[in-house]
């Protein structure tokens, strides 16, 4: 019997999936997720984490009625997530304002609270709108990941797909999505999706930032009506 692969939107109960897809998301091409770093010495997971993240709604970059989750047989196979980037809060992954509510939901104290506050802001700066993250179309595509054990069937495609009829419907007329540099599966999906190379920040732009050694990223775009 031929399996069956339904795409939905993501509700309150994918949350733990959602989480893992986000970790999933944030490990090519380094094979490393940024929120370990700052969450050193809290006691709790880049998976707790984001999950609290997702409960309090304090994500930039997609919350759960944003993400669309591919099933098979009724299990959660892969997700992304598609939003329209808000002109009110900042443009880096967390919203600040959210971050005690978060904190409440992983029960952490006040002093470690302002820490995990201080590293974010160290890392990203106390600029919340940096020019490498400014969007550049109106309807933004972020977090598409396939769990790897389900991975090189073309469910990351298919996502993008899908989420680019939701951006049409919505009349919105630019999608645009974000690839670190070096993640060559990511960038042939999105490019295999119709989208073309929009802006490149090279790996120097880093360093020459905060003594960074990233390997930079590149944005990508597509016309949508």
């Known amino acids: 019997m031929l399996a069956t692969l339904t795409t939905r ?44 993240m997702l409960q309090a709604e304090g994500s930039n970059w997609g919350n759960v009625s944003d993400f669309l989750v591919i099933e098979e047989d009724g ?4 997700a992304a997530a598609g939003y329209v980037p808000s002109e009110q809060e900042d443009y880096c992954p967390l919203t600040l304002s959210r971050l005690e509510v978060i904190a409440e939901i992983l029960h952490w104290s006040p002093s470690t609270t302002q820490m995990f506050r201080d590293r974010y802001l160290a890392l990203w700066g106390g600029d919340l709108k940096p020019l490498f993250l400014t969007p550049q179309a109106n309807w933004i595509i972020e977090t598409v990941a396939v769990l790897p054990e389900r991975r090189g069937r073309g469910l990351g495609k298919k996502l993008i797909k899908a989420l680019l009829d939701e951006g049409r419907s919505r009349g919105h007329e630019f999608a645009g999505i974000m ?34 050694d990233f390997p930079g990223i590149t944005k990508f775009g597509m016309r949508l009506n």
């Open 75 to 78: 299990k959660p196979m892969a």
């Open 179 to 212: 690839i670190i540099n070096g993640n060559e599966a990511a960038r042939h999906t999105c490019e295999s999706a119709g989208f073309k190379p929009y802006q490149t920040f090279h790996r120097d732009y880093f360093l020459a930032q905060a003594g960074e």
């Open 9 to 52: 939107k993501a509700t309150i109960a994918d949350i733990p999936f959602l989480a893992r897809i986000e970790y999933e998301a944030s490990l090519p091409p380094m094979n490393h997720c940024f929120w370990d770093d700052l969450l050193e010495g809290t006691g709790t997971s880049a998976l707790a984490f984001t999950a609290a």
